[in-house]
T-cell receptor, first 108, second 112 residues
Framework: EDQVTQSPEALRLQEGESSSLNCSYT??????LFWYRQDPGKGPEFLFTLYSAGEEKEKERLKATLTKKESFLHITAPKPEDSATYLC?????????FGTGTKLQVIP | NAGVTQTPKFQVLKTGQSMTLQCAQD?????MYWYRQDPGMGLRLIYY???????DKGEVPNGYNVSRLNKREFSLRLESAAPSQTSVYFCASSPRGSTEAFFGQGTRLTVV
């Protein structure tokens, strides 16, 4: 069975303090790994899709990387507006499986 | 450009009542989805529609029905609501061949 585990559950950073969020996964056949951002009371917003180990994608202060067992979302010099819950999801042969998310709070 | 629009935003139902959650997208996407999001659990797929005229069960379809009315609209119906269906429901759409899904703002449903 496909599984996704995100860690930590919550992360509190000072503005400018870089860190990484982890998404560990097991899947029978990976067709894609997604990162979404979700603000309170809103639907998830697409950030990245990664397809194969070694792939990296960047958007502003965010950089997503992928290995055969996990993906990392690196946040460089975060700002308060980066505060949100970040969701990881993987697409296997049969379905998309979402993780429970990491709630990030960036303090000014 | 509104994207994906869900109505209503909030709803309280009594056990046994029925209701339909509405979803419409204006991006000409082929695929549409209904998810539920519960505390401590990831988003779970209820039903999806790969194209107009087709619907398929997802991970947690029991207690729900769907209708793909046309390319724009995909509705979710609860025939006899149960407290276990208390959740936040999200509709999403994606273009053919794309892995990027666009989500609506959600419907917060409480069944008492």
């Amino acid at each position: 069975e496909d599984q996704v585990t995100q860690s930590p559950e919550a992360l509190r950073l000072q503005e400018g303090e870089s860190s990484s969020l982890n998404c560990s996964y097991t899947v029978s056949g990976l067709r894609g790994l997604f990162w979404y951002r979700q603000d309170p009371g809103k639907g998830p917003e697409f950030l990245f899709t990664l397809y194969s180990a070694g792939e990296e994608k960047e958007k502003e202060r965010l950089k997503a990387t992928l290995t055969k067992k996990e993906s990392f979302l690196h946040i460089t010099a975060p700002k308060p507006e980066d505060s949100a819950t970040y969701l990881c999801a993987l697409m296997g042969y049969q379905k998309v499986t979402f993780g429970t998310g990491t709630k990030l709070q960036v303090i000014p | 450009n509104a994207g994906v629009t869900q109505t209503p935003k909030f709803q309280v139902l009594k056990t046994g009542q029925s209701m339909t959650l509405q979803c419409a997208q204006d991006m000409n996407h082929n695929s549409m989805y209904w998810y539920r999001q519960d505390p401590g659990m990831g988003l779970r797929l209820i039903y999806y529609s790969a194209s107009e005229g087709t619907t398929d069960k997802g991970e947690v379809p029991n207690g729900y029905n769907v209708s793909r009315l046309n390319k724009r609209e995909f509705s979710l119906r609860l025939e006899s609501a149960a407290p276990s269906q208390t959740s936040v429901y999200f509709c999403a759409s994606s273009p053919r061949g794309s892995t990027e899904a666009f989500f609506g703002q959600g419907t917060r449903l409480t069944v008492v």
